[in-house]
């Protein structure tokens, strides 16, 4: 072999061996991919040609009982923008803005929001309803100016502004209920959103008959309540104008069908607006109704009437002889008004509402039977009307009682109570003495329109129907020329009520603060025939206002629309006349 | 190459006297009667209809594709639009707004239930006549 052989096949063997260790890195690349990562490409090479899209589901829509929308949802948007392309062209850009906008945007603060140094985001408007931005933002991009982006989202809206904004809550910002109905009912008005995930083309359009998979929106579902939109429209103006002209702190103003115990309108003022989120504060936002605690004053004497009539104690005229004051445990008591010795009939002690009389009847019942009827009224208990923060009251137990705690519970100081407390309790008056638990959802309809009925318990018995009877004369006789309320009276019905004026409790000392009064107004009608219930409550009015002068107009007023919107026709018949002195 | 190979493979002489005196004798090949034409242009035409076809549908589908996607954007135009417009009308609808219009003409609420009874003509309740500036304030103000 010549030297030239050996040279040319030292050079073949070492190509060989250099094309066998090129072909070695090509076959473990290979092995690393096939074999080891292959799942991991495999998903990257799916997640590069598809896309996905959520489809966000609307929030359920909240009813009155004819199917008005109280609260509804809408497609919104957010607008931002990046500072570091706005910053040269941020007047155009405000300005832009600012006349599509209009003051939903602040020209100067936009400026400078758009110049902010160091910053590529920046929120510019929240919450804006989707057509109104999206012809800022089509503005903005004829004009050939770039950096104003949005953010989808979805809007809550409150077609009637401040209309029983109490009673239906609101959103927060990440759409979640955080009050009232909205919060209550929260999983059943959010839906379930869907998502469609399919393969793309590199410039974005969908591959037709490509693999895709849909996961189908579920909308959220709608609550319907009980409430009746115009009334509710109207006790909230009526109230207002009351608490304005009273200069109270709060009112309230329920209405309920004692039949059913639907509540057909409750109204709060001072209230907010959860349309345009103003007056957005802890003591607006409060739904009193339920969390407010208080005490009754001199509504609650029917209740204790009611106990005793039960009891076979107490007629409309059985005679009660009453004191010119008394003093209990220290602590003098005495009625409204200044009198000796005087001899009024049941009837007369609730129609000129004398808490010496009061005490006087209910002296004839123990501590714990007194009690045990107040807890069968339903006192110290949540009512069940399932809304969100109900306080149960405060009603110490009978055991507990003192001689002064058991005069003064009788006419309604030293027990505190919620509005809707008071209005189950007197509603069972007015029910021939059966008791039902408030209502203010009648059901819920989902996406395909079938409706879920809420359950309702069954009315029990509290005082049978003879007491409610007695206790109902009686409190007719308060709203006749000579009683406490005259101005409750509707021309042409028979109406049953009673007024309360309660001295206030500092919560802070715990003590009563003279001169500083809870007045209210309870009543129903057609006394005859009850069907409507009604209660006004105003807290801290000016200091000489009384139940009947200040919550009884605004009863009769507010009583009144509700039988003529639901055609309740008076029977006619009269007043029985009951002798108030004897 | 060929030459040699034909030699190579080619019945020597002496083999065909062989064959032919134990009687057998060369047979030409069979000509095969079918002809081949038609059945190209079968394969051809099947195979050029599916071809034309799969662009068609192809092109087809892309087309409704993109329309698809052009329907959709109109879709959610319309929703918007839609949305708008029933805000409006809720708004427009709105006791507090039906209320404002009716001041405006001069009516006031009817606080005052009084029913006619068609069977035989009777007033139920006490019907009066509403007073201008009335029951609630704050629609009036």
Request: proline share 5%; net charge positive.
């Amino acid at each position: 072999m010549t030297q030239r052989q050996l040279l040319t096949r030292r050079r073949l063997r070492w190509c060989l061996v250099m094309v066998l260790v090129v072909f070695g890195l090509f076959g473990a690349r290979l092995f690393q991919i096939q074999g080891i990562d292959a799942s991991a490409y495999a998903a990257a090479a799916v997640n590069a040609g598809t896309k996905t899209s959520t489809d966000p589901a609307p929030r359920g829509t909240i009813l009155d009982r004819n199917g008005e929308a109280l609260a509804t949802s809408v497609d919104g948007l957010t607008l931002t923008a990046d500072p570091s392309m706005t910053a040269d062209t941020a007047p155009q850009i405000a300005r832009i803005l600012h006349e599509k906008l209009g003051n939903r945007i602040d020209y100067f603060e936009t400026i400078d929001k758009l110049r902010r140094p160091k910053s590529r985001f920046v929120y510019l408007v929240r919450d804006l309803p989707k057509w109104t931005a999206d012809q800022a933002l089509d503005a903005v991009a004829k004009a050939g100016l770039t950096g104003v982006f949005s953010e989808k989202e979805t809007l809550r809206s409150y077609p009637g502004g401040k209309l029983a904004a109490n009673l239906l809550g609101y959103v927060n910002g990440a759409g979640k209920g955080v009050a009232g109905l909205e919060q209550q009912y929260d999983k059943t008005l959010t839906g379930t959103d869907g998502s469609s995930t399919y393969e793309v083309s590199p410039t974005g359009q969908r591959i037709p008959m490509a693999d895709s998979t849909v996961k189908e929106m579920v909308p959220g579902s709608n609550v319907k309540t009980t409430i009746d939109r115009d009334l509710q429209w109207y006790g909230d103006q009526r109230l207002a104008d009351a608490v304005r002209e009273s200069s109270s702190d709060w009112g309230l103003a329920i209405t309920m069908d004692v039949k059913t115990c639907q509540v057909v309108q409750m109204s709060q003022a001072p209230t907010f607006n959860a349309d345009d989120r103003t007056g957005m504060t802890d003591d607006k936002t409060v739904s009193r109704a339920v969390q407010n605690v208080y005490e009754p004053g001199s509504v609650l004497k029917t209740v204790t009437m009611a106990s005793l009539a039960d009891q076979g104690k107490v007629s409309s005229s059985t005679p009660i002889v009453v004191p010119s004051g008394m003093t209990i445990d220290k602590f003098h008591i005495g009625d409204y008004w200044q009198h000796g010795t005087i001899h009024l009939t049941a009837a007369g002690v609730i129609a000129l509402s004398s808490n010496l009389g009061t005490i006087v009847a209910a002296k004839q019942m123990s501590d714990q039977v007194q009690y045990d009827y107040l807890r069968k009224f339903g006192f110290g208990q949540k009512t069940g009307i399932n809304l969100p923060g109900e306080s149960k009251g405060i009603l110490t137990n009978g055991d507990e009682w003192t001689d002064s705690n058991k005069a003064t519970i009788s006419f309604g100081q030293g027990i505190s109570v919620t509005a809707m407390q008071m209005m189950r309790a007197v509603g069972a008056i007015a029910n021939a003495g059966k008791m039902c638990e408030p209502t203010i959802v009648s059901g819920t309809v989902d996406g395909k329109g079938n409706e879920t009925k809420t359950s309702v318990a069954a009315s029990h018995r509290v005082v049978s129907k003879d007491a409610a009877a007695t206790v109902t004369r009686m409190m007719e006789a308060v709203t006749a020329p000579d009683g406490t309320a005259p101005a409750a009276a509707i021309k042409g019905y028979r109406v049953a009520g009673k007024t309360g004026t309660a001295w206030r409790v500092d919560p802070t000392t715990g003590r009563y603060i003279r001169g500083q009064n809870t007045v209210s107004f309870m009543g129903f009608a057609p006394a005859d025939n009850p069907r409507f219930l009604t209660y006004i409550v105003l807290d801290k009015p000016y200091s000489n206002a009384g139940g009947g002068s200040t919550a009884g107009p605004v009863f009769h007023d507010l009583m009144s629309m509700a039988l003529e919107r639901f055609g309740v026709a008076p029977s006619g018949s009269e007043s029985p006349k009951v002798p108030q002195e004897w | 190459m060929s030459t040699s190979f034909a030699r190579a493979f080619a019945p020597s002489p002496s083999r065909i006297d062989d064959a032919k005196a134990a009687g057998l004798r060369l047979v030409r090949p069979v000509r095969s009667r079918a002809r081949k034409a038609p059945f190209v242009v079968v394969v051809m035409t099947i195979l050029s209809i599916g071809l034309v076809g799969l662009i068609l549908m192809s092109t087809v589908l892309q087309a409704q594709s993109f329309e698809a996607a052009r329907l959709d954007q109109r879709a959610a135009q319309l929703r918007t639009q839609q949305q708008a417009l029933g805000r409006e009308v809720e708004r427009m609808q709105s006791p507090a707004n039906v209320a404002a219009k009716a001041v405006q003409l001069g009516m006031v609420p009817n606080a005052n239930p009084a029913f006619l009874r068609l069977s035989d003509n009777k007033v139920l309740g006490k019907a009066e006549p509403a007073v201008a500036g009335s029951n609630i304030g704050s629609v009036t103000r």
